[in-house]
């Protein structure tokens, strides 16, 4: 289980499952709770539709002098009712709001312990920005729509409920005029402000398209800067910015006119109703008295409102179920990196054997990433991967480490099928070094001992010496407590990879990916780098790739690719006597 939901359950739910009975299902832990905010919202809510029958009563005390009693009590419920409000409505929110809230955050985390189980293919093809819109966007657009929908719809339900309810007892032959005239009113305004979308849909574009420019003109600067052109980027923005302000006008006229127009249309179909119920009173067509006629009159604003509040839910539900939907795009998505019910790796010796491995990146690929590779790589013995571009070296790393699985053929880790374990238990064994470390906001020891617990400031001091980083973070005024910043924008390219070296030697990895690990820095970086791999490598099974060809001189074995094959295989020395591909690229990059 993670949150209140249980994976398996919630996955169901999402599969061709209405999002409304999606909904249901979310909050069926909270039923009696969601049952005690609608009773609590019935009575604090009631003085809304109660107001108007004891002001009825009250102008009949007046008018027809009745006994003065009469006036006590009523205002006496009535503020009984108003007084009982405050701890209603904390009920109410307590109840309702707590079981959005704690649905919001079962679906966040569901999302973000969905994508830790999501394969890195799957990641690969949906951008990272998309699944935070999701986390974060599309779950708070779901609380929205509850709440909006909870609050709105039940004050308009309860109000048109006990407002037809007290028609029907006080005037029961006026039951059937507001049942007509309350409806179509509301239609009329909701078709008026209908008429505003096509020109509420233009204004948001055109704010999109002045947003889409100044994050233009920010990404821009250091060029415009550079050759001189603010004027230029300026007049592009102005340009909008005048689109923007001549569309707000128009759309602010609009909804001023639309307004004035629905106010008089209301005001005037409740005059018609004021006169119309006073006519009857006056000619005693039905035995209504002076309250009443008061009563129809505040009841026809009072239930043409809830009407349209109503009808105004339509867009917010449509939203909030689209969200609903985008969620499950990923609650659902059938790419998972299956672990459960597979033999749990205790111990690695680094022996990994490849046997025909081949690898496609879709059923439609005509030429496989990976074809026909066979190797067998001994414990503590150095692979360096070669080969142009597009060889499959990256292909065979991401085998390495389990985040694709072979098309066909076997790869063997200590004479273990991998498709048999469980890759996470195996990748604590396994430390990648990447072309680019990745830090988070945090301090160089947080970064260093990512993951572990209990690490001592020896343990961590001693391996950012062996990464060759001690000497610049002892000059740091914060020391090991230095923050970093965002993805480490504090520190320089060298920096930060010799605290990714530090992090792969503090957890005493016995598999080991260097992908393209130097290949950013300067000579100095690279030479400090150098020194540090040369000690994280030792004892290690080490697969590195790399296209500066000097780096890897010092493999056990070079391992030449092109396009997903094997061409050759064999340590510096042999490879340039055999003068075939790996030579060619060495005189390429000497040339």
């Known amino acids: 289980m993670f949150g209140g939901f249980v994976v398996g359950a919630l996955d169901h739910r999402y599969r061709g499952e209405h999002p409304v009975r999606t909904l249901v299902y979310l909050f069926r832990q909270d039923r009696l709770r969601l049952l005690v905010a609608v009773l609590a919202f019935l009575v604090k809510h009631s003085p809304v539709w109660i107001l108007p029958l004891i002001t009825a009563n009250i102008v009949n005390v007046v008018v027809d002098h009745r006994p003065i009693a009469q006036l006590w009590v009523n205002a006496a419920v009535l503020l009984a009712l108003l007084l009982l409000n405050y701890p209603l409505h904390l009920l109410y929110v307590r109840c309702l709001h707590g079981a959005i809230r704690r649905v919001g955050t079962d679906l966040r985390s569901a999302l973000c312990r969905r994508m830790q189980h999501l394969s890195i293919g799957y990641h690969s093809r ?110 592009r923005v102005d340009g909008t910015l005048t689109r923007v302000l001549r569309k707000g006008l128009r759309l602010d006229l609009l909804n001023g006119s639309f307004g004035a127009l629905a106010w008089i249309l209301l ?84 022996e990994v054997e490849f046997r025909d491995v081949a690898f496609s990146y879709g059923e439609g690929e005509q030429a496989p990433a990976v074809t026909g590779f066979t190797l067998k790589v001994a414990p503590g013995e150095t692979i360096a991967l070669v080969g142009p571009s597009g060889a499959g070296k990256s292909t065979v790393l991401s085998l390495v480490i389990g985040f694709l699985r072979p098309t066909s053929g076997r790869i063997l880790l200590d004479g273990r099928d991998m498709e048999e374990i469980d890759l996470r238990s195996y990748r604590r064994f396994l430390s990648v070094v990447p072309q680019e470390c990745i830090l988070f906001e945090g301090s160089i020891r947080e970064n260093v001992t990512y993951g572990l617990s ?50 792969a030697l503090i957890r005493d990895p016995r598999v080991l990916i260097l992908d393209e690990a130097t290949s950013a820095l300067d000579t100095r970086s690279e030479a400090l780098v150098q020194q540090a791999l040369a000690r994280l490598v030792a004892g290690r099974t080490v697969f590195v790739v790399a296209h500066r060809l000097s780096t890897v001189r010092g493999a056990d074995r070079i391992v030449v690719m092109r396009d997903g094959r094997i061409e050759e295989v064999g340590s510096h020395e042999e490879l340039m006597r055999l003068r075939g591909l790996y030579a060619g690229l060495q005189g390429a990059q000497l040339a």
Do not use: C, W
């Not at 001693?462 to 965002?486: C, Y």
């Open 267 to 350: 005001n005037a179909l409740g005059a018609a109703v004021l006169a119309g119920a006073a006519l009857v009173a006056y000619y005693e067509v039905i035995p209504i008295t002076a309250g009443d006629v008061f009563m129809l009159s505040t009841f026809f604003a009072t239930l043409t409102s809830a009407v349209t509040s109503l009808l105004s839910l339509t867009p917010v539900i449509s939203k909030g179920l689209a969200s609903v939907r985008s969620v499950g795009e990923v609650l659902q998505a059938p790419d998972l990196e299956q672990n459960a019910g597979k033999a749990t790796v205790d111990s690695v010796r680094g």
């Open 126 to 235: 949906v951008s990272a920005a998309v699944l935070q819109t999701k986390v974060i966007r599309d779950v708070e657009n779901i609380e929205q729509t509850t709440q909006q929908t909870g609050d709105m719809g039940l004050s308009a339900l309860t109000t048109l409920a006990g407002g037809l309810v007290v028609i029907a007892f006080q005037v029961p032959a006026a039951l059937p005029v507001f049942l007509l005239v309350v409806p179509a009113a509301a239609f009329l305004v909701m078709k008026l402000r209908a008429r505003l979308r096509e020109d509420n849909e233009s204004f948001r574009r055109e704010v999109e398209r002045l947003s889409a420019r100044v994050s233009e003109m920010t990404t821009l600067i250091p060029i415009t800067r550079a050759h001189g052109l603010e004027q230029d980027a300026l007049h």
């Open 454 to 503: 209990g690490v001592s400031e020896e343990r961590v001091r001693q391996a950012l010496r062996d990464a060759n980083a001690l000497e610049f973070i002892d000059r740091l005024p914060d020391g090991l407590d230095t923050v970093v910043g965002e993805r480490g924008a504090r520190l320089s390219g060298g920096q930060k990879q010799r605290l990714a070296i530090a992090r």
